[in-house]
């Protein structure tokens, strides 16, 4: 799975319209976007019983940037039904990968304030369990 087939999986959630989700970077940061990064902070080695010819499944860890408007409630809105739709995620195929399941690492989006424009922004953490290929 690559963070590409994340950003593709996002976009068919319709929290934010298609052009508007973004892999790697946000050229732009236009209103209502949602952005899809790698997740940089240190994880546990998933490493299978008989070694990595056994695994059933991969694990992709990805930070989610909900970039929303100038209204915090919207954003704040935005983002939980982001939440939501991740946590109801269950054998969806994208781009012929299965995404067995997302596990969000907090119980809620987490605020980071605003942008320099004053767009509110927040975060979602998580890891994409899929079928390995």
């Keep these: 799975m690559t963070l590409r087939d994340a950003r593709d999986y996002i976009a068919t959630l319709g929290i ?3 052009e508007h989700c973004y892999c790697g970077k946000m050229p732009d940061k236009k209103e209502k976007s949602i952005g899809v990064y790698p997740l940089k902070r240190e994880r546990s080695p998933y490493i299978p019983l008989g070694g990595m010819d056994n695994a059933s499944y991969g694990k992709k ?3 989610l940037l909900v970039h929303w408007n100038h209204s ?3 954003a704040e809105s935005a983002a939980a039904r ?3 739709a991740l946590l109801r995620c269950q054998e969806e195929k994208i781009n012929n990968q299965i995404i067995k399941f997302i596990l969000l690492s907090y119980e809620e989006p987490i605020p980071v304030g605003t942008d ?3 767009v509110y922004e927040y975060v979602l953490e998580g890891i994409v369990y899929h079928e390995k290929e």
């Design 82 to 84: 982001l939440q939501e």
């Design 72 to 74: 915090p409630t919207e």
């Design 61 to 63: 860890a990805i930070s």
């Design 16 to 18: 934010a319209e298609d």
């Design 116 to 118: 320099e424009g004053g």
